[in-house]
């Protein structure tokens, strides 16, 4: 995620990023400007009016496009925002956790009070990584000595959940915490998983094919058909009309495709790296050291 100061919006005008939608789309501009060019060009030299002469259809196409573009953004947006909530669940339910951790193992139990704190600390490094869809042996790098993750493993966060029920039920048979402790500490690794799974549902639902390249084509052919009724008003000044008004279009859309996946590594999307290795801080400090 780019981190940038929001206030700065006069310095922000005059910066391009190497992500920057303009960088992506500039030889698609060119080629389009070579498009009008040439339209214009024939137009002016072999034909004796204008071809088109009314912009009136292309004014209510353009109106049909935005309010179109502004429900795939808001889409996204809601996408890309949901996974923010349920990250910061995240760093909350992983401090909760090691409170409880801290407060209720007894102090003769080190050995497992170390274990079921790395595997909290863990858990969300091993989340992120496994939304950017890494395979579990990618994965079995971030474990912490004692696991050895299984041949046939497929979901390595469900494996870290399983191997922290499997303590937190040890301890609670071997009479070292009281029932209600261990409910109160299985209600914080249950919302482990509920988080889990909502962000696999943001990510393993992307937007319907079919609205997806609707749009798309819209665009296309809303941008190519563009000079021709532009020509008898604006003239060669159809060029940067048409190429602004695609980069608008194109940009909008470039967005929100970014951003309706957000647990990857694209600029816009959310600062996971730095979430996880927050809540790993932290959940450490908390827990007393062995």
């Known amino acids: 995620m780019v ?15 190497k992500a920057e939608t303009f960088r992506k789309l500039f030889w698609v501009m060119l080629s389009l400007a070579v ?12 034909l004796s009016d204008n071809l088109i002469t009314s912009m009136t259809m ?14 795939r953004t808001n889409t996204a947006y809601d996408r890309w925002w949901e996974g923010r909530k349920q990250w910061g669940a995240l760093v909350n339910v992983s401090r909760n956790m090691a409170l409880k951790i801290n407060a209720f193992i007894p102090d003769g139990e080190e050995e497992r009070k170390y ?17 950017r869809t890494w395979d579990a042996q990618e994965l079995e790098k971030h474990l912490p000595d004692f ?9 390595v966060p469900n494996f870290l959940a399983n191997n922290i029920q499997r303590e937190l039920l040890e301890t609670y048979r071997s009479q070292k915490i009281s029932e209600a ?3 109160a500490l299985l209600n914080d690794l249950n919302a482990f ?34 000079p021709f009724g532009l020509i008898g008003t604006f003239g060669y000044w159809s060029i940067p009309v048409a190429v602004v008004t695609f980069y608008a279009f194109a940009s909008l859309e470039m967005i929100a495709e970014e951003i309706e996946d957000p647990f990857g590594l694209d600029p816009s999307d959310l600062p996971t790296d730095d979430l996880a290795e927050t809540i790993a801080r ?4 908390i827990v007393k050291p062995i």
């Open 193 to 226: 998983t509920d988080i889990c799974g909502a962000c696999e549902r943001i990510k393993k639902t992307p937007i319907p094919y079919t609205y997806n390249i609707f749009l798309k084509k819209f665009i296309f052919i809303y941008i190519i058909t563009l």
């Open 115 to 131: 274990r079921l704190k790395e595997m909290t600390a863990l858990y969300a490094t091993v989340l992120k990584d496994h939304l």
């Open 58 to 71: 292309h004014s209510l196409l353009g109106f049909v496009i935005s309010l179109l573009l502004v429900f």
């Open 147 to 155: 696991l050895k993750l299984p041949a046939n493993a497929e979901h």
């Open 282 to 285: 932290n959940v450490r400090e």
């Open 181 to 183: 402790a261990y409910l």
């Open 3 to 17: 981190k940038y100061n929001p206030k700065a919006w006069f310095g922000l005008i005059f910066t391009f990023h």
């Open 35 to 46: 498009f009008c060019f040439l339209v214009i060009w024939a137009e002016k030299h072999f």
